[in-house]
Each structure stands twice: as C-alpha cells, then as structure tokens.
C-alpha cells in the first residue's frame, strides 16, 4: 500500500499594500498552516499555499482575519 503524496492548494487574494506585511506576518505565524508569496506586486496580489488537508482551517483562518483585514478573494489554486 503506497502513500498518496500531499496535495497543495492555494488562493489568490488581494490586499492593501499598507496592510501586506502585518497579514503575512501573522498568516506565517500559525505553525506551518500556509506559506504567502506575491503574485502580482503591482496589483498587491498574494498566493496563500497550504495542503489541501488544512483547507478548513485555513478557511477559519481567513474568516478570522477578514475582521482585522481588506481581503478580496480572487481565486482558488
């Protein structure tokens, strides 16, 4: 019986620049939940990559921070 390698997922926000730093602080900050890079600097758009077995925590995660944050979601991985 082989194990079925993880799968990665991701979403596609964007953010007010003067928000950036603080969010991927504190997204970076739940233990190895997700990782943030940017997709677009230009349009302030950031990819969220996370496995796809933490997608409702993440999910929670976002729900969370949307009381703190300008969050527009764009698109999923």
């Known amino acids: 019986m082989s194990k079925r390698p ?3 997922d991701s979403m ?3 953010i ?4 950036i730093v603080l969010f991927k602080s504190i997204v ?6 997700a ?3 940017t997709e677009d600097p230009t ?3 950031l990819r ?3 496995s796809a077995d933490s997608r409702a925590e993440v999910e929670a995660m976002m729900a969370s921070l949307a009381a ?3 969050i527009e979601r764009i698109g999923e991985g």
């Open 12 to 14: 596609l926000i964007a």
């Open 68 to 70: 703190q944050f300008t």
């Open 35 to 37: 990782t943030l890079r």
């Open 48 to 50: 969220i990559y996370f």
């Open 43 to 45: 349009r302030h758009h």
């Open 28 to 33: 970076e900050s739940y233990d190895n939940l």
């Open 6 to 8: 993880p799968s990665i």
């Open 16 to 19: 007010p620049p003067e928000q």
